[in-house]
């Protein structure tokens, strides 16, 4: 009998050690729950509080730049994230926002105008939309198109299971693995046009604005001055077919191109840069 107890006890105390080591395993890998979208976390836990601001500033890592968002102005909340997350992201986050901040009168969606050709098919869109974003609440304030195609590029259990999605946004060992699969199906890019993604969620934009009748204005950030960010005639022609005239009719008009110098990377600015003209950029948008 004591043997058999001993043997027991053995398994278990193994068995123990085998989970502590797994667990040892997987933090050394790990990151913290906004590891990989701390940006989008931080702007949906702040849209969750009244501002008590008359204005808020949605839109990409670059409009975050400008308006860092945890640095709002005197009258404007700054909500500026991530490119990835899309329009389909951004009424998303517009539609929580405005449920805590009704004194809202005027909202800035300000993006690079190669934002508004993202499709949420986009190998970074798991991390930074669907697992920040998508919940049994907000999947269906979705299209049905849109539902497609995310449980066609990541798979329905990724995008519906709250526990795999918690799992791998802090591993970011398992997080590698699982991107590493989704690289092998196709991506969507759209080039100098409007993504079916801003196709479907512009309107839904403007109707949250129109319904609490808001101001609404979408704005393009500067581009540099190369090749790449001239010709923009398909992207207008999209505007007018598809009933965004209101929305995005001067969007093309407004584009300012700055020195090719002055980015980092093609779409951001270097940080000296900032310091010396942030003032001159953000006027270049708001004028």
């Known amino acids: 009998m004591r043997q058999f107890i001993r043997k027991i006890m053995f398994v278990a105390s193994t068995s123990i050690l085998l989970i502590i080591a797994v667990y040892v395993i997987m933090f050394m890998f790990s990151s913290n729950v906004t590891g990989l979208a701390h940006e989008v976390f931080y702007v949906l836990e702040k849209a969750e509080h009244n501002s008590g601001l008359p204005a808020v500033i949605l839109g990409d890592s670059v409009c975050n730049q400008l308006w860092p968002q945890n640095n709002d102005s005197p009258n404007i909340s700054h909500l500026g994230c991530n490119q990835a997350i899309t329009p389909a ?10 449920e805590h901040n009704p004194q809202t009168q005027e909202v800035f969606y300000i993006v690079r105008p190669q934002t508004l050709g993202n499709d949420l098919n986009l190998n970074y869109t798991y991390q930074y939309f669907v697992i920040p974003f998508i919940n049994p609440e907000s999947i269906k304030l979705l299209d ?19 526990y795999i999605k918690r799992l791998l946004l802090n591993n970011n060992l398992f997080m590698k693995q699982y991107l590493n699969h989704i690289k092998t199906r196709p991506e969507t890019q759209y080039i100098h046009r409007l ?13 949250l604005c129109r319904e609490r ?16 960010n001239y010709g923009w005639e398909d992207f207008a022609q999209d505007v007018r077919d598809n009933g965004l005239d209101d929305v995005l009719g001067e969007f093309t008009g407004k584009i300012h191109y700055c020195p090719d110098d002055w980015y980092r990377d093609g779409s951001h600015f270097k940080p000296e840069i900032l310091e010396q003209h942030i003032d001159e950029l953000r006027a270049y948008v708001m004028n």
Do not use: W
């Not at 049905?144 to 709250?162: C, I």
């Open 195 to 207: 993504s079916r993604t801003a196709i479907i969620y512009l309107p839904k934009i403007r109707e």
């Open 89 to 98: 992201g951004t009424y998303l986050l517009l539609k929580k926002y405005l």
């Open 144 to 162: 049905e198109e849109t539902q497609q195609k995310l449980y066609s590029k990541f798979g329905k259990f990724f995008v519906d299971n709250a």
């Open 213 to 228: 009748n808001i101001r609404l204005h979408v704005l393009p950030l500067p581009v540099p001055d190369t090749s790449e």
